[in-house]
């Protein structure tokens, strides 16, 4: 952790894992998430919780078969989303931090995700060269992968999560347009409780 007003180390945690792929701050700044490559000794521990004030270890998240490569909080902090390369999406409950549901589809790595600004959407990368969007209320994917030519790994969504752009290996970034895949897919009550004001929800 470091201060960026000076450039000074703040914190050093040691994790444990082999190599860290993602690291990311819990909404209110208590609480850090890694995840990563786990020593073969521990290899089910790939994602750890670690306290942002003192650097302990406040949890292990044991679920994942594979990498971790990515990691999300919601905005209340309630759910952790994580993406593996076991292919799979995981999302865990961080009252217990036990696994709630696991998001299953993508034939290759998962590499990237993003939650939309409402907190009921998931976007997903991968490289079996396909975006996702995920129905956060059900688990369930929303309309039709999202095709690249190369292997996809990032995804962001626009400020009024209408829009989905996509990194790919094939040195292109793409957007698409989220909106009309909810609408497409008689989903626009996922919509309801935003502010989008480009949307209609009547």
């Not at 890694?34 to 998240?61: H, M, P, Q």
């Not at 989303?81 to 034939?107: E, K, L, P």
């Not at 039709?144 to 990032?154: D, G």
Request: aromatic share 10%.
């Amino acid at each position: 952790m470091w201060d960026v007003r000076t450039g000074n180390t703040v914190l050093e945690i040691n994790t444990g894992l082999r190599e860290v792929y993602t690291a990311i701050f819990s909404p209110d700044s208590t609480l850090i998430a890694t995840g990563g490559d786990s020593e073969e000794v521990v290899f089910d521990e790939f994602i750890k919780i670690w306290d942002a004030n003192t650097g302990k270890l406040a949890s292990i998240l044991k679920g994942h078969t594979d990498y971790v490569n990515c990691l999300a909080w919601t905005a209340n902090r309630s759910t952790l989303i994580s993406g593996s390369d076991d292919r799979s999406i995981r999302t865990w409950d961080t009252s217990t931090w036990q696994q709630i549901a696991v998001f299953t589809g993508h034939t290759s790595f998962v590499y990237g995700i993003a939650i939309s600004p409402n907190g009921r959407i998931l976007a997903s990368a991968s490289w079996d060269k396909t975006a996702r969007l995920w129905n956060l209320d059900n688990g369930q994917p929303i309309g039709s992968t999202l095709q690249h030519p190369h292997f996809v790994n990032c995804v962001s969504f626009s400020t009024d999560g209408t829009l989905l752009a996509t990194g790919c290996d094939n040195c292109n970034a793409y957007t698409w347009d989220v909106a009309a895949i909810i609408e497409e897919a008689g989903l626009k009550e996922l919509f309801v409780s935003c502010s989008f004001s480009s949307l209609s929800t009547n």
